[in-house]
C-alpha cells in the first residue's frame, strides 16, 4: 500500500446514463489538495453542495448506495468509489450534474480508466493507513448475511455468494492486496436475477438500463411473449435465452464474474470508511446494506483509536537505538533532569523514547511521599527531553545547541504515574522544523494506557558559553 497520499494530476471527465434514472450525466474528477479526502460536488444544485464519500451520509441502499447532505444527493457511487480506492487516490472532488453517477457498462473499468488518463501524483502527507487489531463481525439474522474482518498486513476481501438457484451457484472470490483490482475485479460487471429485472421496470426504475451494463440471469422458463416483452423495454429485437441462463448470450468477463462483482460492490462500499485500511474482509452474501452497516462499525473504531491512540511498541529485549550512555552524550541534563533511559525508535518526523520510573526518583521524597506520584510537569519535560533528541539530529554539531520551551497547549493528564511503571513517550512533529523551530504532539503511556498528551514547541538554539 502506498505510504503517501495521492491525487490526480488533471481534471478529466466522462459522460454516462444513470441506472436507475435513465438520465445523461457528465462526472469530472478534479485535483485535491492533501488530507481533502474523497468528495463529490452536486454542480446542478443553486448550493453545490459537497457531499464527503462517508458512511453516516449513507440514506437509501437500495439497488446501489446514495449519499445526502443538506438536501442534496448522490447515489449509485459504489462502483466509481472501487475505481478510485483501487488506484490508491486519497484526494479528489468529484463533480456530478445529476442525482446519480453513471452506470457505464455495470462496472468500475471505465472510472478506473478516466483516473489514469487523468494522471497519478504523490503529495508530501503521509496516508493514515487504519490496521485492523482485532476481529470484528457483523451478522444481518434476517438476511443471513455476515461480515467478518480480522486483522492483516494488508487490504484483502473474499466474497461468497449463495443465490440457491441452479442457474448460478455457489461463488467465491478472493483479493489478495489492491494491485489485484485493476486486472482482476474492476471488469466485473453489475447482474441481476430476470424476476428481479421484471420487478425493476414495474417500480419505474432501470430506466437506463441495457443489456450492456448488466449480466441479467434467467432463472425460469420464459415464454415467447415475455421475450417480446424484453425486447420492447431493452428496444433489441434480437434477445434470446441461452443454456447457460444468461439473458442475450453476453459473455462473462470472468468465470465467477457475479461473485467478483459482489467483491467489487464491498471494495466501494468501505471506501465510505473514509480511511485506507488493512484488514482481512470475509463477505458472506453481502450487499450494500451490510457493507454500509460493517463500514460504520470499522469506522467507528478508528474514531476510538484517533481519541485513544495505541501505544508504540516496546520489547526490552531489542538493543535501543540509543541507551542511557548516548543520551547523556546528546542532552544537556544530568541528574536528577535526565528524564529519558532509551530512544528505540525515531524516524524525521517522529521518536520513542522510554522512561523506567524506580522508587529512587528523588522527587518522590517530597511530592505526596505517602502516596508517591510522578508530577505531571516532570513527564512534559521527559517528553520534552524525548522530543529534543529527534530535533538535534537535525543540525551539524548538535553538541553546541539546546533546545528551550516556547509554549506548551492543550496539556491532559489522564493517568496517575507511580514507582515501576515503564513510561513511553511517542513524540512526533505537527510541521517541519523550520528556524530552528519545532512544534510537536506528544504522548505517554504506561502499558496500554495513555497518560499524557500535550503540543510542544521549542527553539533549538546555539549555545552562548
Known amino acids: 500500500m502506498n505510504l503517501f497520499q495521492q491525487t490526480i494530476k488533471n481534471k478529466v471527465s466522462l459522460t454516462g446514463v444513470g441506472l436507475h434514472t435513465g438520465e445523461t450525466v457528465t ?114 439474522e434476517e438476511k443471513d448475511v455476515e461480515m467478518l474482518a480480522m486483522p492483516s498486513s494488508d487490504y484483502k476481501i473474499t466474497a461468497l455468494i449463495d443465490y440457491q438457484s441452479p442457474v448460478l451457484a455457489q461463488q467465491h472470490s478472493s483479493m489478495n492486496s489492491i494491485a489485484e483490482f485493476e486486472d482482476e475485479f474492476s471488469h466485473a460487471r453489475t447482474f441481476c436475477f430476470l424476476h428481479e429485472l421484471e420487478y425493476l421496470v414495474a417500480q419505474n426504475l432501470i430506466k437506463g438500463g441495457d443489456l450492456n451494463n448488466a449480466i441479467v440471469v434467467v432463472d425460469r422458463e420464459v415464454n415467447e411473449a415475455e421475450i417480446e416483452n424484453l425486447q420492447e423495454i431493452f428496444k433489441k429485437p434480437n434477445i434470446a435465452v441461452e443454456k447457460t441462463g444468461i439473458l442475450n448470450n453476453v459473455s462473462l468477463r470472468y468465470p465467477n464474474e457475479p461473485a467478483r462483482h459482489k467483491l467489487l460492490d464491498v471494495f466501494g ?58 543520551i547523556h552524550k546528546l542532552l544537556p541534563h544530568r541528574t536528577p533532569f535526565l528524564l529519558v533511559d532509551k530512544i528505540i525508535s525515531m524516524t524525521e518526523t517522529e521518536v520513542v523514547g522510554v522512561k523506567s520510573v524506580t522508587f529512587n526518583e528523588p522527587f518522590f521524597a517530597g511530592h505526596f511521599p505517602g502516596n508517591p506520584v510522578m508530577p505531571g510537569v516532570l513527564q512534559i519535560e521527559a517528553m520534552a527531553q524525548t522530543g529534543g533528541i529527534m530535533a538535534m539530529q537535525t543540525i551539524d554539531k548538535p553538541e553546541d545547541y539546546d533546545t528551550y520551551f516556547l509554549k506548551i497547549n492543550n496539556v491532559k493528564f489522564k493517568g496517575i504515574v507511580r514507582p515501576g511503571d515503564t513510561l513511553i513517550f511517542k513524540l512526533e512533529l505537527m510541521s517541519p522544523i523550520r528556524r530552528g523551530i519545532a512544534e510537536m504532539r506528544g504522548t505517554a503511556f504506561v502499558g496500554d494506557k495513555m497518560v499524557t498528551e500535550a503540543e510542544l514547541m521549542a527553539r533549538i538554539q546555539k549555545r552562548v558559553d
Do not use: W
Open 27 to 140: 462526472v469530472t474528477f478534479c485535483p485535491a489538495a492533501a488530507n481533502h479526502g474523497i468528495k463529490f460536488q452536486r454542480v446542478d444544485l443553486e448550493e453545490k453542495t459537497i457531499i464527503p464519500a462517508d458512511c453516516d451520509l449513507v440514506t437509501t441502499i437500495e439497488r446501489g448506495t446514495t449519499l445526502e447532505k443538506n438536501g442534496a444527493a448522490i447515489s449509485t457511487v459504489e462502483h466509481l468509489l472501487a475505481a478510485v480506492v483501487g488506484l490508491q487516490i486519497d484526494n479528489i472532488l468529484i463533480e456530478v450534474d445529476g442525482i446519480e453517477i453513471p452506470i457505464m457498462d455495470g462496472s468500475s473499468t471505465e472510472f478506473l480508466k478516466k483516473l489514469k488518463e487523468a494522471g497519478l501524483e504523490e503529495q508530501e502527507e503521509e496516508r493514515y493507513i487504519y490496521e485492523l487489531k482485532e476481529t470484528i463481525k457483523y451478522y444481518d
Open 269 to 326: 462500499d468501505l471506501a465510505l470508511i473514509g480511511a485506507p485500511i488493512k484488514a482481512n474482509i470475509i463477505a458472506s452474501k453481502p450487499g450494500h446494506k451490510t457493507n454500509v452497516e460493517f463500514a460504520k462499525m470499522i469506522k467507528a473504531l478508528i474514531k476510538k483509536e484517533k481519541r485513544n491512540p495505541p501505544p508504540p511498541k516496546y520489547d526490552p529485549n531489542v538493543e535501543p537505538l540509543f541507551n542511557i550512555m548516548d
